[in-house]
C-alpha cells in the first residue's frame, strides 16, 4: 500500500502577466501614449531635441533613428508630447524596443 496524500485545497501561484501591483493580469492593455512612424515623424505628437549639428532625429521604413554627434556634450532624442496620468491605486507600463549602437565612453543610451 503506497503513501498518498491529498490536500484539499492546493495553493497555486501565477509569476505572470501580472499588475504593476502583482495581480494577475487579464485585461486587453489600452495604450495612453502610442508613437509609430510609419511614413515619417509626426511632430504634432513628439518633440525632437539636439544640441549639436551633427545630432539627428530621422524616421525611414517605420523606424525612428537617433543619432548623437560626437562632440563633448552633445545629445540627440525623441520625447512624446503626451504624457502618461498616474492616478492612485494605477500602475504603469511601458513596452517598447530599441537597439543600441557599441558603447562609447563618457556616453549614455536610454530608452523608457
Known amino acids: 500500500m503506497s503513501n498518498i496524500s491529498i490536500e484539499r485545497n492546493p ?5 505572470s ?3 504593476a501591483f502583482g495581480e494577475v493580469s487579464t485585461s486587453h492593455k489600452n495604450p ?5 512612424f510609419p511614413y515619417s515623424i509626426n511632430t504634432e ?11 539627428t532625429v530621422t524616421a525611414a521604413n517605420g523606424v525612428c533613428t ?3 554627434a560626437g562632440a563633448a556634450s552633445a ?5 512624446s508630447k503626451e504624457t502618461s496620468r498616474y492616478g492612485s491605486g ?19 543610451q536610454v530608452v523608457g
Open 32 to 36: 495612453q501614449v502610442q508613437i509609430k
Open 11 to 15: 495553493k497555486t501561484s501565477i509569476d
Open 90 to 108: 494605477q500602475g504603469s507600463l511601458f513596452l517598447g524596443s530599441c537597439a543600441f549602437t557599441t558603447g562609447v565612453a563618457n556616453s549614455s
Open 75 to 79: 545629445f540627440s532624442q525623441i520625447r
Open 66 to 68: 537617433v543619432t548623437c
Open 45 to 55: 505628437i513628439v518633440q525632437i531635441l539636439t544640441n549639436n549639428a551633427s545630432s
Open 17 to 19: 502577466p501580472t499588475t
